[in-house]
């Protein structure tokens, strides 16, 4: 969090009172895999616009919203549970000149009615969170309940993609990177038809985000010594190596030989090892999915 606030900083010194865009934050707060393209096609096929009303549960220090307030300026409420990510999230928005809801809470417990959003939102979102919400029937009920009748919900998510069983490193991995909700397609499909909803589309990216994650441990690695001065080794052998060891695990379907996949990936090759990169690229069957979800809300609880 230190980090991020010294690099939020930069930026306003830099701006030196200018107005912001969520641009000059990007380098730092946009953690999605894949960026917010997948989203932008959504808002775009539903029409989203001025007089929209849409919701982002898990939003972190708000680099979505941003770029939703952004692009389509729609009335949104942005929530999240922990205090210092909606701290950045409102210094950030503030600079931009954002003039939108941020609110502290857990999405599984708010009251919606008590903040004037029950069955107004067009859309509810999230990207790459709900994977940490272990009650997912709580969670969906709020998500009903915050949707017009056949109000749109939009989920990018960390699933598993099969059931075969993780081996010993994958259980490990797994809980480091906080894979607590760990649904397959058919329990997904189960708890949003419980909740009220028609599943829509369930789509897995998983190769894609595999290449985005072995394409960002590449630059990690290749900007190594200029990450250690700028921001101190212990960052590295935290975050970075995190970054490099447990999410390319994670994923590591690329859908490439072992020969393109050292030829594309040289630094992250040498880094794992030689047999250590053959063996997740090549032999370690894929579990963990990338799913983007789309569901229509059609009753309600």
């Known amino acids: 969090m230190n980090r991020l606030r010294n690099e939020v900083n930069k930026v306003r010194l830099a701006k030196n009172g200018s107005i912001c865009k969520p641009s000059d934050f990007s380098s730092f707060d946009s953690l999605h895999y894949c960026g917010h393209n997948y989203i932008e096609e959504f808002f775009v096929s539903q029409n989203i616009g001025t007089d929209s009303h849409v919701v982002e549960l898990c939003a972190g220090t708000g680099s979505t919203s941003r770029f939703i307030a952004e692009r389509f300026n729609p009335h949104l409420s942005a929530v999240d549970f922990l205090p210092a990510f909606n701290d950045l999230h409102r210094q950030m928005s503030q600079l931009c000149e954002f003039n939108y809801n941020i609110i502290q809470g857990d999405a599984t417990q708010l009251q919606f009615e008590q903040l004037n959003l029950n069955n107004k939102a067009d859309i509810v979102y999230s990207l790459q969170s709900f994977y940490y919400i ?168």
């Open 134 to 301: 272990n009650d997912k029937a709580a969670l969906f009920a709020n998500c009903n309940k915050l949707l017009k009748d056949n109000g749109k919900l939009y989920i990018e998510d960390h699933v598993l993609e099969n059931d075969i069983p993780l081996n010993e490193k994958e259980e490990e991995i797994a809980t480091k990177f906080q894979f607590i909700s760990r649904l397959t397609r058919s329990e997904y499909s189960r708890l949003l038809n419980e909740a009220g909803f028609r599943l829509d589309d369930y789509t897995y990216r998983t190769t894609e985000w595999s290449r985005y994650l072995f394409d960002r441990a590449e630059r990690f690695l290749t900007d190594k010594n200029k990450i250690i001065e700028e921001y101190g080794q212990e960052l590295w052998d935290t975050r970075y190596v995190a970054g490099i060891h447990i999410s390319c695990r994670l994923y590591h379907q690329l859908g490439m030989t072992l020969d393109e996949a050292q030829r594309a990936y040289p630094l992250t090759a040498a880094e794992f090892g030689a047999a250590e990169f053959e063996k997740w690229v090549c032999e370690v069957p894929s579990k963990f999915g990338g799913a983007y979800i789309q569901a229509t809300k059609i009753e309600n609880l």
